[in-house]
């Protein structure tokens, strides 16, 4: 299926109290004449993008899945959702200070749509293909850089040597290294918590999303650059 993407959004200033510091994302289809409804939509509250915590949104994954039951191809997806994410993190960025509600309008207009492509969509040797390609489209996506913003706004602390366990456990044996350069925290380092709860050296973790937007070790995601 091919499709254009168009996003617009609107800021009310004035929002009544249930409203404020929400995003409500509203998607639809145009040119699509299936049973399948060609419309969605949600509401995020601010602080799960001010956390950078949206690629573990279950409003985003029931999005991602319902535009793959329309037919729409993995890589449109992953295109869609990256564009939707950045623009949202920007716009709640400008507005995070203030009392507002955010809408973002989502639509895509289907250029061509062929015949076979609910039929594939079920198809249980296509979806293996359709895997594969959003697969390498994921290695291309995640070879990005994270946002600045969202690399300067992580959590920091300064490391203290009472913190350190004396388990045999992996977990806490993780919990006092760096996994990037394989060394122990040293005290009064400065120690990154992503928001999947994972820790590295200030400066490793920095450099690491120089050329990723992904979690060294369980691929959570950060906004990428521009």
Known sequence: MEAELSLDHEIDHN????????????????GFGETIDPTLSFVIPYVSF?????SHSH???????????????????????????????????????????????MTSKIISFPEE?????FDETT???????????????????ASKLAVDSLSRRIYKNNEKKTSNDSDDRDAI?????????K???????LSCGHEFDDCCIVEWFATRHDCPLCRFQLPRES
């Open 15 to 30: 929002p009544k109290p249930e409203d404020a510091r929400t995003i409500k994302i509203c998607v639809s289809v145009q």
């Open 59 to 105: 409003e985003l994954a029931h999005l991602t899945h319902w535009m793959c039951s329309l037919g729409f191809t993995y890589r449109y997806i992953c295109d869609v959702c990256s564009d939707l994410t950045d623009l949202v993190f920007a716009l709640i960025s400008s507005v995070s200070s203030r009392v507002c509600a955010v809408t973002v309008y």
């Open 187 to 193: 005290e009064g380092e400065m120690v990154v918590t």
């Open 117 to 121: 492509a609910i039929q594939a969509s």
């Open 127 to 145: 979806n293996d293909v359709i895997q594969e390609s959003f697969d390498e489209t994921t290695d291309d996506v995640l070879s990005r850089p």
């Open 177 to 185: 290294m760096c996994t990037i350069c394989m060394e122990e925290f």
């Open 50 to 54: 001010e956390a950078v915590q949206y």
